[in-house]
């Protein structure tokens, strides 16, 4: 890992496959795999723009992800974990997959990865302590609240929304909503 990432990506990786493996024993999923897609998560994410572009075309993944490798970089990833490390844990690859945009109908396992991306000890933003406390508590509330700040930074900095950001955001809301409901019919 420590050849194909800069010191603070590594750093970072190491930061996000402690807090997966902690959150995956919270909530009862393998904490092996939360460990192994904590560490690798970010595999791709140092490459320079005509590497990743590279592999997006070597792997056939989505057109739109040319030019894009702060987007592709989770999809690269989950390719090259697949076809050079010969990782065949469909979940795995999706934690990867989808760790920067989430999806709609995102696994336990897969919102913990997303999730611990951002509330990593090494981050350093105002209220991290809270958000860590909150994802310790409720993690569709904690992944919630991460999609709304990044799509609200996105909104500020001009930059396009993923598609999958937004139906993983509205599916968190409806599992909030239902979650709501059950605890209101007992």
Known sequence: MKEHLDEYRYVHSLGV????????EI?????????FAGRYHDIAKCFDQETSDRYVRKYGLDESLIGNRSLAHSKVGAAILEHEFGVDDEELLDMVRCHTTGKAGMSTAEEILYVSDAIEDNRGYPGLKALQKLAREDLDEACLAIMEFSVDELVRKG?????DTIEARDYIID???EKKNKGQEK
């Not at 496959?17 to 995956?24: E, G, H, N, V, Y």
């Not at 909530?27 to 460990?35: F, I, L, N, Q, S």
């Not at 930059?159 to 598609?163: E, M, Q, S």
Request: proline content about 4%; overall charge positive.
């Open 17 to 24: 496959q402690k807090m997966a493996a902690s959150l995956a």
């Open 27 to 35: 909530y009862g999923t393998d904490v092996e795999k939360a460990d």
């Open 159 to 163: 930059k396009p929304i993923d598609k």
């Open 175 to 177: 599992r909030i909503r």
